[in-house]
């Protein structure tokens, strides 16, 4: 996706849940209301173990349905 394409959208919130079936639940929320989001996931550590990390998922909900420019 080109920088253009990323930044005609603002971002309304970020939202961080632990699993991907929350993530997914407020995916569907957003389509419902006409919302574009945006959907990551990264690795962080565990608050109780020093030497493994948890996923968290990260679904930034946008203010519109972001296009993509096919080239």
């Given at each position: ?58 679904v ?7 296009a993509?420019?096919?080239?």
């Amino acid at each position: 996706m080109s920088d253009d394409v990323a930044t005609t959208a603002q971002v309304l919130s970020t939202n961080i849940f632990d699993s991907a079936a929350e993530a997914i639940e407020a995916i569907s929320a957003a389509d419902v209301l006409g919302l574009g989001v945006r959907v990551s996931n990264r690795l962080v550590p565990d608050e109780e173990s020093d030497d493994t990390f948890v996923e968290e998922w990260v679904v930034e909900i946008l203010t519109s349905v972001p296009a993509v420019d096919e080239e």
